[in-house]
């Protein structure tokens, strides 16, 4: 065997193999929890391994030949302790799997591990996590450290979705045609959570947590590989580099957030851009138009405007009539309220925010606050924006967003009372 010599790209091979290996030991073993912990041992004999003997020829069957050693181990181990009250029992033993390579190095399993992780049994907190860790390939203290929990905490959530997954009784295997595009859409939405929790951090002193939006962006490119004629897929790839795109010019040298109406926009990745383009391009011209899609149409027209006045509203506002009508998210109803003051002016938006007050979804929620705070002083009614924006400030966990909108009330308040403005009243 030819080995070839450890580097950079040999670590994300590791990450990009482990949903493979995983995949091919569950469809053997047929258990979740005890597969993942022996896929995860032979990532870690890799690790100490390839640096010093080089890179297998075949890492993915080496890989699954060391788990499955791991597997073996276990079941005999399992089967002794049941049965050792009988020693007859003891030398049968239990049957075992062969640990022969030769029929599991070419078949992929990564999307049926991508379904089982995202199975409508889990909470979405549970298969987050658990895709992170099982398809991932992140160890639990890094998943722990991205949502800003303790490592124990994230250990029984993971722990708790392995379980659920083992008591739902799911085989291993692609669902039906008919289950198909429910499962498929829990997939979707879950690294659609990841993305935007990388993004904009929900909490914390950082704005953007790039490991999560990254890992988003490699999971959904992982889903679009094997998935090439789905058109939401490629949509959602394509919003999430048209969105990403932007990641370098969102924050100041201090952390500070810069809105988009701010950004340098020369900042922008054009590689990213142009390739969400492209996927975005394809997608649309095979027919069926998804939210996903729609989506990323509105963040490609954000991003080839050259500036900020350059913006096509009315091409937006549209696109949002369009998305409203497929998709009951009362973001979107938000975002569309934005788009109708732009292109209307902001009466109009404070009016389509009002039906938002009652929608317990999103109702006490800090971005209602913010845009309404934002569309009061498009109005010229200061006082109430600065109350708005305070309210808003005061409502969001997230340290950049909150310094954002103090700032901005502190902005509006010390204009009110300039000595300009005094001298005019």
């Not at 009250?85 to 029929?103: F, K, L, N, R, Y």
């Not at 250990?155 to 291993?172: D, L, Y």
């Not at 679009?224 to 048209?242: K, N, Q, R, T």
């Not at 138009?289 to 500036?307: K, P, S, T």
Request: one cysteine or more.
């Amino acid at each position: 065997m030819t080995t070839k010599p450890w580097d950079t790209a040999s670590e994300h091979l590791l990450r990009e193999l482990a949903p493979q290996v995983l995949g091919a030991v569950i469809r053997r073993f047929h258990d979740f929890a005890a597969a993942e912990d022996a896929v995860q041992e032979a990532l870690m004999a890799a690790a100490v391994q390839w640096p010093q003997q080089g890179v297998p020829d075949n890492p993915r069957g080496w890989l699954i030949q060391v788990a499955a050693r791991r597997m073996t181990d276990y079941l005999r181990s399992a089967a002794a302790r049941r049965l050792r009250e009988s020693a007859v029992a003891m030398e049968a033993g239990q049957p075992v799997p062969s640990t022969d390579i030769e029929d599991e190095t070419e078949q992929d399993d990564t999307l049926m591990l991508f379904f089982m992780c995202c199975h409508p049994a889990l909470t979405p907190s549970s298969a987050i996590a658990l895709t992170l860790r099982a398809v991932g390939g992140l160890t639990t203290a890094e998943i722990a450290s991205a949502f800003l929990v303790p490592e124990a905490t994230m250990a029984q959530r993971i722990s708790r979705a392995k379980q659920s997954i083992k008591a739902s009784g799911v085989p291993f295997q692609l669902p039906t045609s008919q289950e198909r595009a429910q499962r498929l859409g829990a997939v979707l939405h879950v690294l659609y959570l990841i993305f935007n929790e990388g993004y904009t951090s929900s909490a914390g002193p950082q704005l953007q947590r790039l490991e999560l939006a990254r890992e988003a962006i490699r999971l959904t490119r992982s889903i679009h590989s094997l998935l090439l004629d789905d058109g939401e897929v490629a949509g959602l790839l394509a919003l999430m580099l048209l969105t990403d795109a932007r990641r370098a010019a969102r924050t100041g040298p201090d952390g500070e957030l810069i809105p988009l109406t701010k950004q340098d926009r020369t900042l922008w990745d054009p590689a990213e851009i142009s390739e969400g383009i492209a996927l975005l391009t394809a997608a649309l011209s095979k027919g069926s138009i998804g939210a996903y899609q729609l989506q990323a149409a509105i963040a490609a027209v954000h991003d080839e405007a050259a500036r900020a006045k350059d913006t096509d509203w009315p091409q937006i506002l549209a696109l949002y009539e369009l998305l409203k009508r497929i998709s009951d998210n009362p973001m979107v109803e938000l975002n569309h309220a934005i788009a109708r003051a732009m292109v209307d002016g902001p009466s109009q938006g404070l009016e389509l925010l009002k039906a938002l007050d009652s929608d317990t979804r999103i109702a006490g929620h800090h971005r209602l606050d913010a845009v309404r705070a934002h569309l009061l002083e498009m109005a010229g009614d200061g006082q109430a924006a600065i109350a708005h924006y305070r309210i808003a400030a005061s409502r969001t966990t997230s340290i950049p967003e909150r310094n954002y909108l103090m700032t901005q009330a502190a902005r509006l308040s010390e204009s009110s009372t300039s000595p300009d403005q005094s001298a005019a009243r």
